[in-house]
């Protein structure tokens, strides 16, 4: 149980094009979802927290227009990147909290912008 | 804010050997929790170990266990009979008790292990 996936694994697109990464609860519910983004051999950095019917919480310095997140149902959250540029070129990561403290991690989408 | 801090960028273990990784954290609050992840190469986030900060018994999980230190704001993590499966990135992370709370990560270690 507690199935988190993200769609595509892994996308290549040119700079100024938009793409969006899906991440889905498979088996449970989550009122909560995360965004985080990650440089090799770095650390998770965390974008934003997705609560379902409402806007996402933006973590400081992480553009809101540039980095679209909705969170239409329980079981899905939306990460678009707008007007991707190759900076924005990385490893996203979503999870989606179940109860009390846990966080389920998807395996991560690889973002190429060329 | 609440911060996480690994000190130690690298480690080496010899397999079957034990090896401790490095935590410490800070935060004023009295009721969270402490995990240990590890990533390896495919980068899918796997949940090694959590600690309740309440509970002073420290937690175990077969070859993985925590040394919880609450005074100290010290998590460190002991592995034992190291395997060539454990090299990997171990990420500790620490989040505020209750639904919903974020994780607040550490900037890992990258743990290898030698055959």
């Known amino acids: 149980g507690a199935v988190v996936s993200q769609h595509p694994s892994w996308v290549i697109c040119k700079s100024g094009t938009s793409v969006k990464i899906e991440c889905r609860s498979l088996d449970f519910q989550a009122t909560t979802m995360f965004w985080y983004r990650q440089f090799p051999k770095q650390s998770l950095m965390l974008m934003a927290t997705s609560n379902e019917g409402s806007k996402a919480t933006y973590e400081q310095g992480v553009e809101k227009d540039k980095f679209l997140i909705n969170h239409a149902s329980l079981t899905l959250s939306t990460l678009t990147v707008t007007s991707a540029h190759p900076e924005d070129s990385s490893f996203y990561i979503c999870?989606?909290?179940?109860?009390?403290?846990?966080?389920?991690f998807g395996p991560g989408t690889r973002l190429t912008v060329t | 804010a609440q911060t996480v801090t690994q000190s130690q960028p690298e480690m080496s273990v010899q397999e079957a050997e034990t090896v401790t990784l490095s935590c410490t954290y800070d935060t004023s609050e009295s009721d969270y929790y402490l995990f240990w992840y590890k990533q390896p190469p495919s980068r899918q986030m796997i949940l090694v170990i959590r600690?309740?900060?309440?509970?002073?018994q420290n937690a175990t999980e077969n070859r993985f266990s925590v040394n919880f230190q609450k005074a100290a704001k010290s998590f460190s993590l002991k592995i034992s009979d190291s395997q060539l499966g454990d090299a990997a990135m171990y990420f500790c992370?620490?989040?505020?008790?209750?639904?919903?709370?974020?994780?607040?990560f550490g900037a890992g270690t990258i743990l290898r292990v030698k055959s």
């Open positions: 600690q309740e900060a309440y509970k002073q």
């Open positions: 992370a620490y989040s505020k008790g209750g639904y919903g709370n974020k994780l607040v």
């Open positions: 999870s989606a909290g179940g109860l009390i403290y846990e966080q389920y």
